[in-house]
């Protein structure tokens, strides 16, 4: 088995080319992959899929200690000058857990489920760090709503591992949401989940993949979301029905879980789902959403 990245922040550059390439996160600054590469003459992944699929990430460790080594500003970026791209572009599976913590189960009046409820989103519906999130015209949907998520990120082949072995198959975390459209996703009594939550833009995630080595366990995580900067999630994943290691050994035995393989685990409480019927006001565009998990980073977005 080869060696997961390790000691690794990576975040995607949106070039001016349009080509969205890695860049690694430095205490001197973002290490810009493509001209790094091709300044010292090094071989390295060009996106995260490819350094999960190909197992590349002991090239980018060799180019960011060669960058460091280098000491020359030249080769750093100033982070805020960056456009984020998309972490991920084609993974082969986005799988999403639906109720995933025990006060968010209860905010909607849901008993803990027995297994964990699995659904899905498509790739249309991943969008970058920093970016905006068109919303459906009125006839479509109305009822927006926030749900921050951890999301974790596979980086070898798991299939029916136990949950001893499962976050050995973990290559790293981002912060992830499950944006939805809470009247689609409700249309029909069974649910409509597929249709509520996989709109175009309605996955964002970012602004970095941190390798699991640098987050250590991760059902003990806070984890909150703000909409124009206000507080509305404040949580911990020690929250989880089902913690880490439970929802890979789970999904694995149903799929072959791949490297470069997305799982969102959940929202924990204070959706807008949750309120009193007539303390629902739903997102609107213009609103400014950041999500936040401890260690990983703020992810931001806006809706238009
Ligand atoms: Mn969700």
């Not at 709503?145 to 980086?155: C, F, H, P």
Request: net charge negative.
């Amino acid at each position: 088995m080869g060696r997961l990245a390790e000691r690794l922040t990576l975040l995607s550059i949106h070039q001016d080319d349009g080509a969205e390439t890695l860049g690694i996160r430095t205490p001197q600054g973002i290490v810009d992959v493509r001209s790094a590469a091709s300044h010292f003459s090094l071989s390295a992944p060009q996106s995260l899929e490819s350094m999960l699929r190909e197992g590349r990430g002991p090239e980018l460790e060799a180019l960011m200690h060669r960058a460091l080594a280098a000491g020359d500003a030249s080769l750093f970026r100033h982070e805020a000058s960056i456009r984020h791209g998309r972490l991920f572009t084609r993974p082969e599976k986005i799988v999403c857990v639906g109720l995933n913590y025990r006060r968010h189960a209860a905010e909607v009046g849901a008993q803990p489920p027995r297994v964990p409820p699995l659904f899905s989103k498509f790739a249309n519906a991943l969008a970058p760090h920093g970016g905006t999130v068109v919303l459906p015209p009125p006839e479509i949907a109305t009822q927006f709503d926030y749900e921050t998520e951890l999301v974790a990120v596979i980086g070898r082949p798991a299939r029916n591992v136990s949950e001893h072995d499962a976050l050995a198959h973990v290559a790293g975390y981002c912060v992830g949401h499950d944006f939805s459209a809470r009247d689609l996703q409700m249309e029909l009594p069974s649910g409509q989940w597929l249709v509520g939550k996989s709109l175009d833009g309605f996955a964002p995630v970012g602004p970095y993949f941190v390798s699991a080595d640098l987050v250590g366990d991760p059902d003990r995580l806070a984890i909150s979301t703000r909409v124009n900067g206000e507080l509305r999630q404040s949580s911990n994943t020690s929250d989880f029905i089902f913690p880490m290691a439970q929802l890979v050994a789970y999904i694995s035995r149903y799929w072959t879980l791949m490297p470069g393989d997305l799982i969102f685990t959940g929202t924990p409480e204070g959706v807008i789902l949750g309120y009193p019927e007539e303390q629902r006001h739903w997102l609107k565009a213009g609103d400014e959403i950041v999500s936040s998990i401890e260690k990983l980073g703020d992810l931001r977005f806006r809706l238009c």
